[in-house]
């Protein structure tokens, strides 16, 4: 089983939904969360990263830590066809070491 | 630069030649790191640099897999003898130190085939 598990869709939506993007981990000592975006034949980068339980909202993403459940989420409002992007979570652990997930495909369809 | 330099962009390679792959940081970054993406599968931990030191290779998949930074800049992966197994995409990432939590900047990376 891996540490952290994502699913890697596709997830096709229409433009304008609500898009929720999840990780489940199994690793306890994970201390902070992070989502990243990458585009096709690109680097991720950095959207959030939050620490506690809780939500943290920027802009149109909130990101959501669920450390009972062991469960991260990711939503994106009023989505829209460049938010289209493959979204990879990554956990840090006690060691600075960053554990990533696969990363889910998502399609935002105009 | 602005931003974290990969190249070449693209690699393609007989299996047993060896390939190097460079990583020119942005500028001022103490922490680099070198991930390996295959397809479906998230970023595979692969070696960390600070400074020129590399106090992390825990990720390395084997000793034909080597890498070196040079006056706390620019980073080489070098892959000996290349396998099938090799082809991936090699992203470089940096940052202000291991600590700084929003501070990793990928490069675009190096698409390497194996043929």
């Not at chain 1, 898009?19 to 969360?33: E, K, M």
């Not at chain 2, 500028?27 to 397809?39: D, V």
């Not at chain 2, 930074?69 to 090799?86: A, F, H, K, M, P």
Request: net charge neutral.
């Amino acid at each position: 089983q891996k540490e952290v598990e994502q699913d890697p869709g596709p997830l096709s939506v229409p433009e304008g939904a609500i898009v929720s993007l999840n990780c489940t981990y199994s690793n306890s000592a994970f201390q902070y969360f992070m989502w990243y975006r990458q585009y096709s034949r690109k680097g991720p980068e950095l959207l959030m990263y939050t620490y506690s339980s809780g939500n943290k909202e920027d802009g149109r993403f909130t990101a959501q830590v669920d450390k009972s459940s062991k469960y991260i989420s990711l939503f994106i409002r009023d989505s829209q066809p460049s938010d289209s992007a493959t979204y990879l979570c990554a956990m840090r652990d006690s060691n600075y070491q960053l554990i990533w997930g696969a990363g889910t495909k998502l399609i935002i369809k105009p | 630069g602005a931003g974290v330099s990969q190249s070449p962009s693209n690699k393609v390679t007989e299996k047993g030649k060896d390939v190097e792959l460079r990583c020119d940081p942005i500028s001022g970054h103490t922490a680099l790191y070198w991930y390996r993406q295959s397809l479906g599968q998230g970023l595979e931990f692969l070696i960390y640099f600070q400074g020129n030191s590399a106090p992390d290779k825990s990720g390395l998949p084997s000793d034909r897999f080597s890498a070196e930074r040079t006056g706390g800049s620019v980073s080489t992966l070098t892959i000996q003898r290349t396998q099938q197994e090799d082809s991936a995409v090699y992203l470089c990432a940096s940052s202000p130190s291991r600590q700084e939590l929003g501070g990793y900047t990928f490069g675009s990376g190096t698409r390497l085939t194996v043929v």
